[in-house]
């Protein structure tokens, strides 16, 4: 079946460095990948998404690349600060199918070092 | 994010019983979702329904249930709760052709 695996499940990087997460996803129907961030005792909640029909997307801090061949994507946060630390999801899924549904990740606990 | 609410937020049952968990939205989708959460686990779907005559199962259905009342309400129903049901649920919503999940606020149940 459908499956997004994601790695590391936990880092932790000094403030003011960047940190990476990868996932690699098993559907090649799969056209949407969200991350979901989620602070501790909070709901996930999306911080940025890529289609399939770009190869990368960044909104301030945040960058997230997508290679369909190997089928991977990853989110990259630079100069990473304390209200980074949270709980990171990647997904994926496949827009326009009428049985279209979100296959998460299983996490990354990201901690930033002061 | 107060458009989509969860009741009961905590809840403590014991092995056996019957228990509903609620959802309400008023953000106007049409899609709604029930997830659940554990430590290492990620979210993993239970059911999902893309309208009020719609409901499809997710990758662990087993040992629950779904209703889908109205277009804002979606009740997730574990008819004899065992304690591997322990874990954190969330209830979500999507606009049909826009992926964006907004999630409730979570509940926490335990089961004894």
């Known amino acids: 079946g459908e499956n997004v695996e994601q790695h590391p499940s936990t880092l932790s990087v000094q403030e003011g460095d960047s940190a990476v997460i990868k996932c690699t996803y098993s559907?090649?129907?799969?056209?949407?990948f969200p991350w979901y961030k989620q602070e501790l005792g909070k709901r996930p909640q999306l911080i940025i998404d890529i289609r399939s029909n770009v190869g990368e997307k960044k909104d301030q801090r945040i960058a997230v690349t997508l290679n369909k061949t190997a089928k991977h994507f990853s989110l990259h946060i630079t100069e990473t600060q304390p209200e980074d630390s949270a709980v990171y999801f990647c997904a994926a899924s496949s827009l326009y199918s009428s049985a279209s549904k979100i296959i998460f990740g299983s996490g990354t606990r990201l901690s930033i070092r002061p | 994010d107060a458009d989509v609410t969860q009741t009961p937020r905590n809840r403590i049952t014991k092995t056996g019983k019957r228990i509903m968990l609620e959802c309400s939205q008023t953000?106007?989708?049409?899609?709604m979702y029930w997830y659940r959460q554990d430590p290492g686990l990620g979210l993993r779907l239970i059911y999902y329904?893309?309208?009020?005559?719609?409901?499809n199962k997710g990758e662990i259905s087993d040992g629950y249930s779904v209703s889908r009342q109205a277009q804002a309400k979606f009740s997730l129903s574990l008819e004899s709760a065992i304690p591997n049901q322990t874990a954190l649920y969330f209830c979500?919503?999507?606009?049909?052709?826009?992926?964006?999940?907004?999630f409730g606020p979570g509940t926490r149940l335990l089961v004894l």
């Open positions: 559907d090649s129907a799969s056209n949407y």
């Open positions: 329904s893309f309208d009020v005559k719609d409901i």
């Open positions: 979500a919503t999507s606009d049909t052709g826009r992926e964006t999940q907004y």
């Open positions: 953000k106007g989708h049409d899609r």
